[in-house]
């Protein structure tokens, strides 16, 4: 069994396609499925459900291709360990963030490389749920999420960065109720713009109008946080929003903020998974990480 093959097993399932899959890793078509039927050989299984197209991976497969991750993951932190011991100051590493947290990523990211100067990052969005699910499947290798979504299963490690805190938000043209706090009742008589219903974010807002017995007056629901600011920025809506998913220029645009009564707070935290043998660059930046201090950044 080589490496490659798994290689080409992990590039399948997530091209769906042999052409696209064989292209991915620089090899033709016939190389690529010759050697997934070698893998299929070797274990004496069908690893993959096929006729002239690629329909899926078998149960079987699916079990493999979990473990060619963990495979390759280990064999990625194997060369990472290497290079350290070589005081090669780089490596790689995956991260998945949710949406309301994307501003704590270069904060975050600020702290990385000021302790591995050459590390390479790929940052990806993804609902809290996704995260843990692409961290179980070694597609990530750290998340930014909402700790209480965090499964009860003690597969993962969390370190909580903030407590997340939602603000009533408008331009300095909507006429917002005075003071520094408001309540429900009186925000659910302003036209708003939130975040989609599907998002944790919006979730703990719909509880908040909910226990409050009002009904909101939601003009616009969206995952994009570039056109919510965009409306608030414009004058248009208002919107209840975390403290660290507000525009960055908050103090430049004149926005204005209310704190909400009675609203949740929950954490939001750093999420990796457990494993016997966690590379030496993760558990450096997961040290690194403790020394970041966000809460006072992120509370109004």
């Given at each position: 069994?080589?490496?490659?093959?798994?290689?080409?097993?992990?590039?399948?399932?997530?091209?769906?396609?042999?052409?696209?899959?064989?292209?991915?890793?620089?090899?033709?078509?016939?190389?690529?499925?010759?050697?997934?039927?070698?893998?299929?050989?070797?274990?004496?299984?069908?690893?993959?459900?096929?006729?002239?197209?690629?329909?899926?991976?078998?149960?079987?497969?699916?079990?493999?291709?979990?473990?060619?991750?963990?495979?390759?993951?280990?064999?990625?932190?194997?060369?990472?360990?290497?290079?350290?011991?070589?005081?090669?100051?780089?490596?790689?590493?995956?991260?998945?963030?949710?949406?309301?947290?994307?501003?704590?990523?270069?904060?975050?990211?600020?702290?990385?490389?000021?302790?591995?100067?050459?590390?390479?990052?790929?940052?990806?969005?993804?609902?809290?749920?996704?995260?843990?699910?692409?961290?179980?499947?070694?597609?990530?290798?750290?998340?930014?999420?909402?700790l209480d979504q965090l499964?009860?299963?003690?597969?993962?490690?969390?370190?909580?960065?903030?407590?997340?805190?939602?603000?009533?938000?408008?331009?300095?043209?909507?006429p917002l109720p005075a003071?520094?706090?408001?309540?429900?009742?009186?925000?659910?008589?302003?036209?708003?713009?939130?975040?989609?219903?599907?998002?944790?974010?919006?979730?703990?807002?719909?509880?908040?109008?909910?226990?409050?017995?009002?009904?909101?007056?939601?003009?616009?629901?969206?995952?994009?946080?570039?056109?919510?600011?965009?409306?608030?920025?414009?004058?248009?809506?208002?919107?209840?929003?975390?403290?660290?998913?507000?525009?960055?220029?908050?103090?430049?645009?004149?926005?204005?903020?209310?704190?909400?009564?009675?609203?949740?707070?929950?954490?939001?935290?750093?999420?990796?998974l457990t494993q016997p043998?966690?590379?030496?660059?993760?558990?450096?930046?997961?040290?690194?990480?403790?020394?970041?201090?966000?809460?006072?950044?992120?509370?109004?």
């Open positions: 069994m080589f490496l490659r093959q798994l290689t080409y097993l992990i590039a399948l399932d997530r091209c769906r396609h042999f052409s696209r899959a064989a292209e991915s890793c620089g090899v033709s078509q016939p190389a690529l499925s010759a050697g997934i039927r070698q893998l299929e050989n070797e274990l004496g299984i069908t690893i993959i459900q096929r006729n002239r197209r690629f329909y899926g991976l078998t149960e079987e497969g699916k079990r493999v291709l979990v473990w060619a991750r963990q495979t390759l993951a280990a064999l990625d932190g194997l060369k990472q360990e290497a290079a350290f011991a070589q005081d090669i100051a780089g490596g790689s590493l995956s991260i998945g963030v949710m949406p309301p947290a994307i501003q704590v990523v270069p904060l975050l990211l600020e702290c990385f490389r000021a302790a591995v100067p050459a590390l390479h990052v790929e940052v990806k969005v993804y609902s809290s749920t996704d995260i843990t699910r692409m961290l179980r499947e070694h597609n990530l290798q750290l998340g930014i999420m909402y499964p009860a299963d003690g597969v993962f490690e969390a370190r909580a960065l903030y407590a997340e805190q939602h603000v009533l938000a408008a331009a300095a043209s909507v003071g520094k706090h408001c309540s429900w009742a009186e925000i659910a008589s302003l036209p708003l713009c939130l975040l989609s219903r599907n998002m944790r974010s919006r979730q703990l807002v719909d509880a908040g109008f909910r226990d409050a017995d009002v009904t909101p007056t939601v003009m616009l629901e969206t995952d994009a946080l570039e056109l919510l600011h965009a409306e608030l920025l414009g004058g248009r809506l208002a919107s209840i929003l975390p403290v660290a998913a507000l525009p960055e220029r908050v103090g430049l645009s004149g926005l204005q903020l209310r704190r909400i009564n009675g609203c949740a707070s929950p954490d939001v935290g750093l999420v990796r043998n966690t590379s030496m660059l993760l558990t450096r930046l997961w040290d690194v990480a403790q020394t970041l201090n966000v809460a006072d950044i992120y509370s109004v």
